[in-house]
Structures are given as C-alpha cells and as structure tokens.
C-alpha cells in the first residue's frame, strides 16, 4: 500500500524500540528540513524522538505533529481515525439526507487533514526562509475539519442556527440535484442564473410543467425543489448520462454525469489531457 502512495520516495523501515534505530533517525532528521508524526501525543517523547529531542540534532527543524484533537486539552490522548474526526469536526452531522442518518465521511478526511497538514509545513517552510528559526506544528486532525464548514458554524454563532442535513439541494440553486439516468446512471445538473434556467427549458423541448407559476423564478424553484425534481428526472430518465452532458452544456448548462472509477479510466477527455501516467518503478516495474 505504501509503494503506489510513494513512488517518488525513499523510504526506510525502524524498530524505534531499539536505541540504534533511534539514533539512524536522528541522523535522518539531520540531513531534513522537516520531520512529521501521527503518534498519539506523547508517543514520540517517549521514544526520544519529540520535538525538543530533534531540535537537540536539527535547532531549525520543522516538526508537525498530527493527532486526532491536538497534543493540547482534555481529549489529548484520545485515539481517533477518519470516520471520527468527520464526526467531531461536524462534517458528519451536515452530510446526508434530512430523512436520514448522517453519513459516515472515510478516506476523504484523511486527506483534508493531510492537505491541511501540508499547508501548515509550507508556512513553516517560509517563516523559516524569513527567521531561520523552525517551529512545532501541533495539528488537530478534529479541528482540520472544523475549518471546512466556517459558514455552519458562524451560521450559528452569529444567527442561532444550527444547520443540518440537506442532501444535494443548495439554498439559492435549484434544480441542483443528482438525476436518475438510463441503466441506473446519474447526471448532476447544476442552475444558477434566470439566463441558465431558460436555455435549460429550451434544450428540453420547453415541456409544459417549466411554464407552472411555481418555478416562474429562482425562489420558487427553490421552493418547490422536490416538485422540480421529479420533473427533471422524468427528462432525464430517457438519456445516458454522457447525452445528458452534452445536450445540457450545448445550451450553457453546467451537467455532468456522476462517474465511477471505470469511467475515469475510460474517459477521453482525462486521456487526451494525461492524466493517468504509467511509471516505471524500480522495484514494482510499469504501473
């Protein structure tokens, strides 16, 4: 799992348990200009290889140290994993349908907190450039989320509200929703302006419902949104997601159909621009 992650990395394997090993990591972080841990707090200074250890060997080494809720506060030490820092960091409440539970968030949140992560060590990178002094970076993967939803939270610091879960619907937007295709496919389709709304009801045929008094503007659209809905998809469940596309973004509309990991793979507008490169490793040969 490791390899296809790094490919452009070396790497090394220690048994931090044994004192020699401890001392080929700190003759690394000699030669480095940043050092990073996911350890629970504590772990690393046990091991002798925190921050004040490494600064003894690197005095302006950049040292992130990632945890679940911070080397800081009551929840210090607690362990955590993806599905739970969507859960604390309030991502998790506002994913899902309102009908429904809310949506366990996996993988994806490892990577905004890695994103995050990457962010912080950059920053550290140019104050270093500026000071030469390195620093600790004390990373909160609960409060890396937190961040993404600043309008929620303000929402209800400010206005008392506390927003929940709304699907794919948009509160100016609509239609703004993911639609049923033929074969069990799905297209989104995506309408901002007055402008938008026209040239989709004229690409459709101007269908009589588009005329009803209901979505004579953006607020009754957005009023009315599962009526619309269903209209829409009665559209829509005549066509393949691709014709859907290409008959909406003819007319200005921003559709584009729901893809799976085989239609990635297989899509020409990604091939013709690259995207997918096959590498040649030493070791694993041609991916």
């Known amino acids: ?13 220690l048994n931090l348990s044994q004192p020699k090993a401890v001392e080929l990591a700190k003759r690394i972080v000699q030669i480095s200009d940043v050092a990073v841990q996911n350890m629970r ?6 091991l002798g290889l925190g921050y004040e250890d490494l600064k003894k060997v690197k005095p302006d080494i950049i040292y992130l140290s990632s945890s679940a809720c911070g080397a800081t506060g009551p929840e210090k030490g607690y362990i955590g994993y993806a599905p739970t820092f969507g859960a604390l960091g309030g991502t998790v409440h506002l994913t899902g349908y309102p009908d429904a539970t809310p949506q366990q968030m996996m993988g994806a949140i490892d990577l905004r907190s890695a994103a995050t992560s990457a962010f912080a060590i950059l920053a550290a990178l140019c104050y270093r450039q500026r000071t030469g002094e390195g620093q600790l970076i004390d990373l909160s993967s609960q409060e890396t989320i937190s961040a993404l939803i600043g309008d929620a939270i303000m929402d209800y610091t400010m206005n008392g509200r506390n927003r ?7 509160e100016v937007m609509a239609p703004h929703n993911c639609y049923r295709c033929l074969d069990g496919k799905w297209v989104t389709i995506a309408i901002a302006t007055e402008e938008e709304w026209k040239a989709f009801c004229s ?6 419902w588009t005329k009803d008094h209901r979505f004579s503007d953006a ?3 957005q009023r009315n949104q599962a009526e619309l809905d269903k209209h829409v998809e009665e559209w829509t469940i005549n066509y393949t997601p691709y014709q859907v596309m290409r008959i909406l973004q003819k007319a200005g509309v921003a559709a584009f159909p729901s893809v799976n990991s085989k239609d990635l793979s297989a899509d020409r507008h990604l091939k013709e621009r690259g995207v997918f490169q096959r590498a040649d490793h030493p070791v694993m040969g041609k991916r």
Do not use: E, F, W
Request: proline share 9%; glycine share 12%.
């Open 1 to 13: 799992r490791i390899r296809p992650l790094n490919m452009n990395k070396m790497s090394v394997t």
């Open 41 to 46: 707090p504590g772990a690393m200074d046990r």
């Open 164 to 170: 929940t879960r709304k699907g794919n619907s948009d």
């Open 203 to 208: 690409a459709i045929g101007d269908p009589d």
């Open 219 to 221: 607020y009754g659209r």
